[in-house]
């Protein structure tokens, strides 16, 4: 266990007890695909309703700080981007570039970390979340690009 896998564990942990429909984007998702990079803070995309993000925010009041608690889930749901700056930075996205919940909701992938079960994009979706043009965004789709590639084996190079 390391303090970035720790950091992510301890988020999804906390959305997961309160319930919360999300999945993980972002530079953990990128990660969990297999690029070496580092990140600080973990990325949430989240079924954009009052009900879910009152769940989120529920969740999130458990971290260091508890800054989630002064927060409205109306406002949440309605802002393309919430940051949360406590202990971990927790940035909670109601879209991802041009990505929404409801186009990922049955192509997330789902792994295991420190006992806790972590939803993050799929490949395409996260590609996809990635074309902001930002230069770390360009250079994770370069990365992720040659993952799909030796993927989908030889035909596809």
């Keep these: 266990m390391t303090d970035s896998t720790s950091?992510?564990?301890?988020?999804c942990g906390l959305l997961n007890a309160a319930g919360a429909e999300y999945v993980v984007v972002g530079g953990f998702a990128v990660?969990?695909?297999?690029?070496?990079?580092?990140t600080k803070d973990v990325d949430v995309l989240i079924e954009p309703s009052a009900k879910n993000a009152a769940r989120v925010l529920s969740g999130l009041q458990g971290l260091k700080w508890g800054i989630a608690a002064e927060l409205d889930?109306?406002?949440?749901?309605?802002?393309?981007?919430?940051?949360?700056g406590d202990d971990p930075r927790v940035d909670v996205l109601t879209i991802a570039?041009?990505?929404?919940?409801a186009d990922v909701v049955h192509t997330m992938?789902?792994?295991?970390?420190?006992?806790?079960?972590?939803p993050y994009l799929?490949?395409?979706?996260?590609?996809?979340?990635?074309?902001?043009?930002?230069?770390?965004?360009?250079a994770d789709v370069e990365q992720l690009e040659i993952i799909a590639r030796l993927r989908d084996g030889p035909s596809a190079m």
């Excluded at 889930?73 to 949360?84: D, F, G, K, N």
């Excluded at 490949?123 to 360009?138: A, F, M, N, P, V």
């Design 7 to 11: 950091r992510l564990s301890a988020v």
């Design 122 to 138: 799929d490949l395409e979706s996260l590609i996809r979340s990635k074309q902001t043009g930002r230069l770390q965004d360009q």
């Design 109 to 118: 992938l789902r792994t295991e970390i420190d006992g806790v079960e972590v």
């Design 73 to 84: 889930p109306v406002a949440l749901a309605s802002r393309p981007i919430t940051i949360i």
């Design 97 to 101: 570039w041009s990505v929404r919940y």
């Design 31 to 38: 990660a969990l695909h297999g690029v070496i990079r580092a």
